[in-house]
């Protein structure tokens, strides 16, 4: 795995607005305080989340835009994308496909972060299926088809050279390989968190469960007891 002092650019890419959060916000906390430059590419704008039927679901994609924008900067991060896929019906489609290998030719990362392609029969709440095809397409946008200049001919066109992603960091996948100690970040893994108010109709237990399960993953890969850490399936690819 790419220590942080390896990592100039680092592109995360997520179905929802949240995701990130959830599984990530703790690394990310720690890159940025280790001078690394991150960018979140969110690829639905999370308008079909939330429980309440009085919304507007208009309403609902702003409102996420808000809510993924004051969680990023809780982390330090000031970079955000948003392609506007419809949520809850990502497909891996082509189009996907070029709007990722865009944002990656125009933000060069050395490593991409995004969701698991594969189920995770163990956790199929980490497996929804927005979750699934945004994983397949980010995949397939860091290998070939970012580093390919005959992909996507409208890129090249556009001036935006082929780039090759070195490292891909896989989140929610059944069987992750590294883990990241964030106990010093716990603190701002909430404040992010947090910020996502239209998600979280019990925000007290939804602390205690995270808590719990990221001292489980630490335990579970080989970290010190007591500490808390984010895992990932960690994948070269250059
Ligand atoms: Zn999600």
């Not at 995701?19 to 906390?29: I, L, N, Q, R």
């Not at 995004?114 to 029969?121: A, D, G, W």
């Not at 947090?194 to 080989?222: F, I, K, Y």
Request: with cysteine.
């Amino acid at each position: 795995m790419l220590q942080p002092d390896q990592i100039e650019r680092l592109l995360v890419v997520m179905a929802h607005p949240d995701d990130v959060d959830f599984g990530s916000a703790g690394t990310m906390a720690m890159l940025v305080d280790h001078g690394v430059h991150i960018t979140y590419c969110l690829v639905t704008d999370g308008d079909a989340g939330g429980s309440d039927r009085s919304m507007p679901r208009s309403e609902m994609a702003a409102i996420r835009r808000r809510e993924q924008t004051a969680a990023a900067a809780a982390v330090g991060v000031k970079d955000l994308v948003f392609l506007g896929h419809p949520d809850g019906r990502v497909e891996s489609s082509i189009a996907l496909r070029a709007d990722i290998s865009r944002v990656i030719r125009e933000v060069r990362p050395n490593v991409v972060l995004c969701q698991s392609p594969e189920r995770n029969l163990d956790r199929i709440f980490a497996s929804h299926p927005d979750h699934l095809a945004a994983g397949e397409a980010a995949m397939c946008a860091v290998y070939p088809d970012a580093r390919n200049p005959f992909a996507h001919p409208e890129l090249l066109a556009a001036g935006l050279e082929p780039w090759e992603v070195e490292e891909i960091w896989v989140s929610g996948h059944p069987t992750p390989t590294h883990p990241v100690d964030v106990t010093d970040y716990v603190d701002q893994k909430f404040e992010a968190l947090l910020c996502h108010v239209s998600q979280h109709p019990d925000p007290a237990g939804m602390q205690v469960r995270v808590r719990e399960w990221m001292v489980r993953t630490a335990a579970a890969l080989g970290l010190p007891e007591g500490r808390s850490a984010e895992s990932y399936r960690v994948v070269r690819a250059a």
